[in-house]
């Protein structure tokens, strides 16, 4: 079975501090998706990146940065210069293949979220 | 664009009520989802449609029927609400199965 394990569940830093949050994951498929959202205090549901199996570049977008490692299943997230406005709890997602083979499946399989809190 | 739009944003319902989550996008998605977030157990998918008229089941079924009459609307019905219904409800779109999934910003359901 396809799983996600975010193992902070807590995270507390002050501002302008780099914070990493981990993410694990388990799957049988050869090819797959890995995303990160955002769930910001009103509560909605912000895609922050995607990124496939076959990529393991990392990538960088403005403070945030992402490190794919297929070696060991972990695609890792770092907030650099932490702000206020970067709490918020972020959950890792995997996309997950049909039970029966085929496309038509787009269930994603979330990890438990880590809630990061940022101090001024 | 709206994005994925879901309405309403609360609603309390008592048990054995039905009633109907709306949900809509405007970026010609073929692939559409529900999925419910309760405390400890992350988002759990519900049911799927990927395209008009074609649906199917999730995770967390039952309790829930869904129909997809246009690309644009995919509306989650409630046949008899229970309290084990209680949660957040998000709606989420993508271009395919596979792509990325834009969510709606969720309905909060409370059943007593």
């Known amino acids: 079975a396809q799983k996600v394990t975010q193992a902070q569940t807590e995270i507390s830093v002050v501002e302008k501090e780099d914070v990493t949050l981990d993410c694990v994951y388990e799957?049988?498929?050869?090819?797959?998706?890995l995303f990160w959202y955002k769930q910001p205090p009103s509560g909605e549901l912000v895609f922050l990146i995607r990124?496939?199996?076959?990529?393991?570049q990392n990538e960088i977008s403005g403070r945030y940065s992402w490190n794919f490692q297929k070696s060991t299943s972990s695609f890792n997230f770092t907030i650099t210069a932490s702000q206020v406005v970067d709490s918020a709890v972020y959950f890792c997602a995997l996309s997950e293949p049909a039970p029966g083979g085929g496309t038509s499946y787009g269930k994603l399989t979330f990890g438990q979220g880590t809630i990061l809190t940022v101090h001024p | 664009n709206a994005g994925v739009t879901q309405t309403p944003k609360f609603q309390v319902l008592k048990t054995g009520q039905s009633m109907t989550l709306q949900c809509a996008q405007d970026?010609?998605?073929?692939?559409m989802s529900w999925y419910r977030q309760d405390p400890g157990m992350g988002l759990r998918l519900i049911h799927y449609s990927v395209g008009a008229g074609i649906t199917d089941q999730g995770e967390v079924p039952n309790g829930y029927n869904v129909s997809r009459s246009t690309t644009e609307d995919f509306p989650l019905r409630l046949l008899s609400a229970a309290p084990s219904q209680t949660s957040v409800y998000f709606c989420a779109s993508s271009y395919s199965p596979r792509g990325t999934q834009y969510f709606g910003p969720g309905t909060r359901l409370t059943v007593l």
């Open positions: 799957t049988r498929d050869t090819t797959y998706y």
């Open positions: 970026m010609n998605h073929e692939y």
């Open positions: 990124r496939n199996s076959f990529d393991e």
